[in-house]
């Protein structure tokens, strides 16, 4: 872990981390909140699961991936279909002296991720609004390919929690929601007509039995 490494300092960094310069709605790419990256990645060092291997699915430019890697975890992979957002990823990497533990994967996660094991899942999936069911399919992949633990950001709602607990119960989890937020999203697409757009959002976390 970083010296002196606060959730404050933590969440300054992270806000630093551009944000993707060209969203692309098919794949609900929106950045994750400073505050709220740096939350999750304090519940999940605070619960001891920052070491070994920590995967970020749907990384983007790397706020949770790269907020994970300043806890000095032995790997991190950052996984993302825009190869875009991955060179931004890299590039903010390399400013922070932490591109030595991170690996970079440009690929769509509706493929096959084979050969792939992890400790530790953290991730905000996009939210399955204008893709019905693939907050659900990145959930799938993550309880795939993890041996400890995920932590994930979902829109909140009961009917999604439900689904999640079954899924997490079908793959052999214990699942909780640890934590819910009120979550702004500032236009970004020319549909949206609200400058600040707030919803609640539940932080999952799922563990292996």
Not at 23 to 45: G, N, R, V
Not at 68 to 87: G, K, Q
Request: proline letters at 3%.
């Amino acid at each position: 872990m970083f010296k002196y490494l606060t959730k404050d300092s933590l969440e300054r960094i992270i806000q630093n981390i551009p944000e993707v310069r060209n969203p692309d709605i098919k794949f609900e790419q929106y950045p994750t909140p400073a505050w709220l990256s740096a939350e999750i990645l304090f519940q999940a060092y605070l619960r001891g699961d920052l070491y070994g291997t920590v995967a970020d699915l749907g990384c983007g430019t790397g706020r949770l991936c790269i907020g994970a890697s300043l806890f000095r975890p032995e790997r991190v992979v950052c996984i993302d279909v825009s190869c875009e957002s991955i060179d931004i990823l890299r590039e903010y990497a390399v400013k922070l002296n932490v591109y030595d533990v991170i690996d970079l994967i440009c690929w769509d996660l509706s493929k096959d991720l084979e050969n792939l094991h992890v400790d530790t899942v953290i991730m905000n999936p996009p939210f399955g609004v204008h893709k019905r069911g693939y907050d659900m399919m990145f959930l799938r992949v993550a309880t795939e390919i993890v041996r400890r633990s995920v932590y994930s950001i979902h829109k909140y709602n009961q009917r999604s929690i439900e689904l999640i607990k079954r899924l997490g119960e079908e793959k052999g989890f214990e699942t909780m929601v640890i934590g819910l937020y009120d979550m702004d999203i500032h236009a970004l697409y020319n549909f949206h007509r609200k400058k600040i757009h707030r919803f609640k959002v539940a932080v999952i976390h799922m563990r292996k039995r």
